[in-house]
């Protein structure tokens, strides 16, 4: 039974084709996260779904209540971006609609709330349809993937990791056919260069010939006879040539080797000392005094609620508050959410080469790592969007003369595509990475050791963020059960997954909803 029912979608922005979907449905308990690139039309879509934007065409044909929780929510209010949120999200869920459309309901919220979020909407018994920069809050509810791309959807069963995996498959499907229309235009190329070599060498006797069979055959008309022949071979061979079916080249990130101020007399040894430092803002005490110690070449992530001090003790590092020792050899560069390191009246270029001691090939290759190729970096940041600005501000921090980045919630307003590409230059960078977020999945594909701040007390855990959970959450005989029937779930639902992409039934479609179901219920 489906819930909802799109027909022949199309919906401009000025002249541009923005949404073009031939047929979309929703069935009662889809589960469903809407991807693609700031500025592909994901909130339009939701908009169209939820009735609240009407296409220029097409229709929509709804079989059931229906509920919008907007992106963009009210600010006439004395309540934080998080608490508004929550109310928005409760009041959705309290008038029970059969479809649920939320664009972006983690917005605002810390961690603790975003889980708290999860198991809401884990316990709720409607469909709903989801867009979000949040990975892991994608992979804990979601059983089915759209992506939006140049105007089209296209489905993908499974969570947000099932997506990838199978983006991933797609990648490799692309890379062996690239491979494989290569392989077959140089076989005929190589073909038509030796049908035309022949060609130009028929005018010339046979050896086989002797010249008193020649005058009596008639030299002449027997090659031009098989020139002809040869040149028919040739044009066919052309032909065959302007009709292969032409493949594009899977693009390949370049890697990245940067010079690093002080890289050697920093690796490993300790640059930064916080001694019995103390988290207050005028009489309110974020934390108790602490101390700890950062090495060179760690990336630390400093997590923990909203309001808990987090920005405070990456101001108190900036500044080099008393009880804090840097060393001399430690060169910081701050990104803040305001983004006044960015000229807007300059190009995306200008910006980064402005502090850069890298060459502008290097550079032009960590502007493409974040998608801005070619002519893109002519383009004045004044233009931009609020996503794109954060990449230019990023990309500036990157290449500029530091050798530590002090990072306050660099992911928002980036896409999943864009985070994902932070993470790789992240991943890359051999300086020092201190970062605040509250972004899980960004989080665990970072840090190699966690600052949290809970309760008014600043703990300091010498490990990923998946080990911090595990400790924090779970003793260790039972995480080790869990993880080992966590995997052989994973397993199952891939293995499903790849039978049901080369060939689809009724029956291996139970199978995987029903280990979706299971995985679903997992926390």
């Known amino acids: 039974m489906f819930l909802l029912e799109a027909l022949n979608i199309k919906h401009y922005v000025k002249n541009r084709l923005l949404l073009d979907i031939e047929h979309l449905q929703i069935y009662k308990n889809d589960r469903i996260g809407l991807v693609g690139r700031n500025g592909c039309g994901k909130t339009t879509l939701l908009d169209i779904l939820a009735g609240a934007t009407k296409p220029d065409d097409g229709y929509i044909i709804p079989h059931t209540s229906v509920e919008l929780l907007p992106q963009l929510k009210r ?221 060179g070449g760690e990336k630390l992530a400093i997590i923990g609620p909203n309001g808990s001090g987090k920005t405070t003790l990456v101001k108190k590092i900036l500044v080099e508050e008393e009880g804090i020792t840097k060393s001399p050899a430690m060169k910081i560069g701050y990104f803040s959410q305001n983004l006044n390191i960015v000229d807007t009246e300059k190009t995306i270029l200008q910006n980064v080469l402005s502090t850069s001691k890298q060459d502008e090939t290097f550079i032009r290759t960590v502007l493409a790592r974040l998608h801005f190729y070619r002519d893109d970096v002519y383009k004045k940041v004044d233009v931009l969007s609020g996503g794109e600005r954060v990449k230019v501000a990023l990309a500036k921090l990157f290449v500029s003369d530091i050798n530590t980045l002090l990072l306050d919630e660099p992911t928002n307003f980036l896409d999943i595509e864009a985070t994902s590409a932070l993470e790789s230059l992240l991943n890359e960078y051999e300086g020092t990475v201190i970062f605040v977020s509250h972004d899980r999945r960004f989080i665990e594909n970072i840090a190699t050791r966690i600052v949290s701040i809970q309760n008014k007390e600043l703990e ?64």
Not at 195 to 211: D, I
Not at 258 to 285: A, F, S
Request: glycine share 4%; net charge positive.
């Open 75 to 295: 600010a006439d209010t004395t309540k934080s971006g998080g608490e508004v949120t929550q109310e928005y999200i409760n009041q959705a869920l309290i008038k029970s609609p059969e479809l649920l459309f939320a664009d972006e309901p983690t917005t605002n919220l810390d961690t603790e709330h975003i889980e708290w979020l999860e198991k809401k909407l884990m316990q709720w018994k409607g469909a709903f349809i989801t867009v979000s920069h949040d990975r892991a809050f994608l992979d804990a509810l979601c059983t089915t993937i759209w992506e939006i791309e140049a105007g089209s959807v296209k489905v993908y069963k499974g969570n947000y990791s099932d997506y990838e995996q199978q983006k991933e498959l797609e990648k490799r499907q692309r890379i062996q056919a690239f491979e494989q229309y290569e392989s077959k235009k140089k076989q005929l190329e190589d073909a038509l260069k030796l049908k035309e070599k022949k060609a130009e060498k028929a005018t010339k006797t046979p050896k086989k010939v002797s010249k008193s069979e020649a005058s009596i055959t008639g030299a002449k008309p027997y090659f031009a006879k098989k020139q002809k022949k040869l040149q028919k071979t040739a044009k066919a061979l052309e032909t065959r040539l302007e009709k292969l079916e032409k493949v594009e080249k899977v693009k390949e990130l370049p890697p990245l080797k940067m010079n690093i101020p002080n890289e050697d007399t920093m690796k490993g040894r300790i640059i930064l000392r916080l001694e019995e430092v103390e988290g207050r803002i005028g009489n309110r005490l974020l934390w108790h005094k602490t101390s700890f110690h950062i090495r």
């Open 460 to 523: 300091v855990f010498d490990g990923t963020y998946q080990q911090y959970i595990k400790r924090r959450y779970t003793n260790n005989e039972s995480v080790s059960r869990n993880e080992e029937d966590r995997l052989i779930l994973e397993m199952k639902i891939s293995e499903v997954l790849s039978k049901l992409s080369m060939e689809p039934n009724e029956e291996l479609e139970k199978q995987f909803q029903s280990l979706m179901e299971k995985r679903r219920k997992w926390k």
